[in-house]
């Protein structure tokens, strides 16, 4: 499984952009790359997935570089409600079982 | 629809019991993952059933073992409790569609071991 590696925290004020980076230098050519949000006492909600280049969707884009050893999540114009912990999720689909690994993910915090 | 339904919402035990969580996933998902998330830490994978069958289990000790039954809805069952089990334990499910894949999960079980 690739290891992932993400900022243990981030702050932001209201209304900024917010690009969270996670970090996967062994990534392997079936590996997806899968973004999810949390909430305190919930379960991990899915916000993005992608392979390559760029995904957006409508709550978030995904930047993925040609080498994939690295991709940002981008989360345009944050709200309060957005502070949360993201995690990063590297890894080939879940029909083959190998999405299965959450690192400790990045608390974001968003200040008014 | 319904989402993910796990229960109960919260257990306490006391170290050496045994305890059975329930999740039922969202109609038509086929596999139930099982997750444990300590206090302020990250997930870790638990246990993958799919089709009724175990298809993968993460790196936990056999007192920790589970099913799924022909509905798709899966147990997860917990021996001799210790004081580190205290957690909250979340259930997903998933559904490859369309080239994404995405895992639902539930409200999750709060387990507390005293």
């Known amino acids: 499984l690739a290891k992932t590696t993400q900022p243990i925290s981030m702050d932001s004020y209201e209304g900024q952009e917010v690009n969270i980076t996670c970090s996967h230098n062994?990534?392997?050519?079936?590996?997806?790359i899968t973004w999810y949000q949390q909430f305190p006492s919930q379960g991990p909600r899915f916000i993005i997935q992608?392979?390559?280049t760029k995904v957006t969707n409508e709550v978030a884009s995904l930047f993925i570089p040609a080498d994939r050893k690295s991709s940002t999540l981008s989360l345009p114009r944050v709200s309060l409600s957005d502070t949360a912990v993201y995690y990063c999720?590297?890894?080939?689909?879940?029909?083959?079982?190998?999405?299965?690994?959450f690192g400790g993910g990045t608390r974001l915090m968003v200040k008014p | 629809e319904a989402g993910v339904t796990q229960s109960p919402t919260h257990l306490i035990k006391t170290r050496g019991q045994q305890v059975t969580l329930r999740c039922s996933p969202i109609s038509g998902h086929t596999s139930v993952y099982w997750y444990q998330q300590a206090l302020g830490l990250g997930l870790q994978f638990l246990l993958w059933?799919?089709?009724?069958?175990?298809?993968n289990r993460g790196n936990f000790p056999p007192r920790f073992s589970g099913r799924q039954f022909p509905n798709y809805s899966s147990e997860l069952n917990v021996n001799a409790l210790e004081l580190e089990d205290s957690a909250l334990y979340l259930c997903?499910?998933?559904?490859?569609?369309?080239?994404?894949?995405?895992?639902?999960f539930g409200p999750g079980t709060r387990l507390t071991v005293l």
């Open positions: 062994n990534i392997a050519t079936n590996d997806y």
């Open positions: 997903a499910s998933s559904l490859f569609l369309a080239g994404v894949d995405e895992q639902f």
């Open positions: 992608g392979y390559k």
């Open positions: 999720l590297v890894g080939a689909p879940l029909n083959a079982g190998n999405m299965l690994t």
């Open positions: 059933y799919d089709e009724g069958e175990e298809r």
